[in-house]
C-alpha cells in the first residue's frame, strides 16, 4: 500500500495533509524518514510513525476509553450477576476485552480494546507503563506520609513505592485529604493498600490517568473510541516503556491529541463505526441508553 494512502486509511489526516507530512519530513518507516511520495509499505510488518507517535495502520483494531462508574464489575461477564462491562460494549460489533481492572468500588478510566497485544504490554508492569489516581483517605496527610509512599512501604507480597505522589492543594483537612498517587504496578488493590498501610484508609479512589490518556471531561458512564492521535500515543507508550506524552481522554476537543502530531489526526470515532456513542463522539449516559433500549 503507498504511504500516504495508508496514513490515511488509518485516520491520521487527509491524502493532501498526509502527503504532506511526508514530504515535510515528518514521517518514518521502520525508524528512517520517509519523503518519497509514493513509497510502499507492508501494513502488517512496517512501523510507521509521524512525529514520533507510532500510526495503527490495521483498522480492524479499536480502543475505547470509559470512565467506569462505582459498582460495576471490570469484567465481560459477571457470574453473580452484578453490573458488569457488557452494558458499555453491547452495540460494539467487535468483541472488547478490558485493560488490567478496576476495583468495583474504584471509578475512573478504562481502556477496552480489540488488541490482545497492546492490552499485554499495558498490563503488565515490566512495560513501564503508568496509572494515575487521586484518593480521598481519612485524616490529615503530611509531607513525611508522602515522602514515605515515594520511598516504599513493605505490603505482605513485597515492597513497593510510588512513581510519583503528592498531596492536591485544598485537599487536606482535619478528616479527609486528597491524595495523587502515579505507579505502574499492576498488583491487586495496590493503591488502597498502600494508603492504608500508612494509616490513610481510601475512602474514594478513582484512576484518571493510564498512560498517555487522562479521563478529561468524560462523564461517568460515557465511553468514546480513541482518536487516531490517542491510539498512537498508546501504541508509543507501550513501545517505548510509557515514556510518551499526555493527551486527554475526555469528549472530542478537549485535548490537542498526540504530542507532535500538531492536531492532524482525526478525533472520535475515526473511521464513522457503530458505537455507543451520541453525535460528540462519546457514549451517551446510561440512563439515556436505558431510555432508547426501555430498560
Known amino acids: 500500500m503507498r504511504l500516504q494512502k495508508a496514513l490515511a486509511h488509518a485516520g491520521v489526516a ?110 503488565h508492569p515490566s512495560f513501564g507503563v503508568s496509572k494515575t489516581y487521586v484518593a480521598k483517605v481519612r485524616g490529615r496527610v503530611t509531607p513525611a506520609v508522602i515522602q514515605r509512599l515515594r520511598d516504599g512501604v513493605e505490603l505482605s507480597d513485597g515492597p513497593i513505592r510510588a512513581d510519583r505522589a503528592k498531596l492536591l492543594p485544598g485537599g487536606s483537612g482535619s478528616a479527609h485529604s486528597l491524595v495523587e498517587l502515579s505507579l505502574h504496578s499492576g498488583r491487586n488493590r495496590i493503591v488502597r493498600r498502600m494508603l492504608a498501610e500508612v494509616g490513610h484508609p481510601v475512602e474514594e479512589l ?59 489526526a482525526a478525533r472520535g470515532n475515526p473511521h464513522g463505526r457503530g458505537g455507543p456513542q451520541d453525535g460528540n463522539g462519546a457514549s451517551a449516559p446510561r440512563s439515556e441508553r436505558r431510555k432508547r433500549n426501555g430498560r
Not at 17 to 44: F, H, K, M, W, Y
Not at 102 to 111: A, E, H, P, V
Open 206 to 264: 478513582v484512576r484518571r490517568q493510564f498512560g498517555p490518556l487522562h479521563l478529561g471531561t468524560l462523564r461517568s458512564g460515557e465511553m468514546r473510541e480513541l482518536s487516531a492521535a490517542e491510539r498512537g500515543a498508546l501504541l508509543s507508550a507501550a513501545e517505548d516503556g510509557g515514556r510518551h506524552g499526555e493527551v486527554t481522554a475526555g469528549r472530542p476537543g478537549d485535548g490537542k491529541g498526540a504530542r507532535g502530531m500538531r492536531g492532524v
Open 14 to 123: 487527509s491524502r493532501r495533509a498526509c502527503e504532506s507530512l511526508i514530504t515535510g519530513g515528518r514521517v518514518t518507516v521502520n525508524g528512517r524518514v520517509q519523503r518519497e511520495l509514493g513509497s510502499r509499505i507492508d501494513p502488517d510488518r512496517d512501523e510507521v510513525r509521524v512525529d514520533g507517535v507510532i500510526v495503527q495502520l490495521d483498522v480492524s483494531k479499536r480502543y475505547f476509553v470509559l470512565n467506569k462508574p462505582r459498582g460495576v464489575v471490570s469484567t465481560m461477564s459477571d457470574e453473580n450477576g452484578r453490573p458488569d462491562l457488557r452494558e458499555f460494549t453491547e452495540q460494539v460489533e467487535e468483541r472488547l476485552y478490558n485493560v488490567g481492572r478496576l476495583d468495583t468500588d474504584t471509578s475512573g478510566l478504562l481502556i477496552l480494546t480489540n488488541d490482545g497485544e497492546l492490552a499485554h504490554k499495558l498490563a
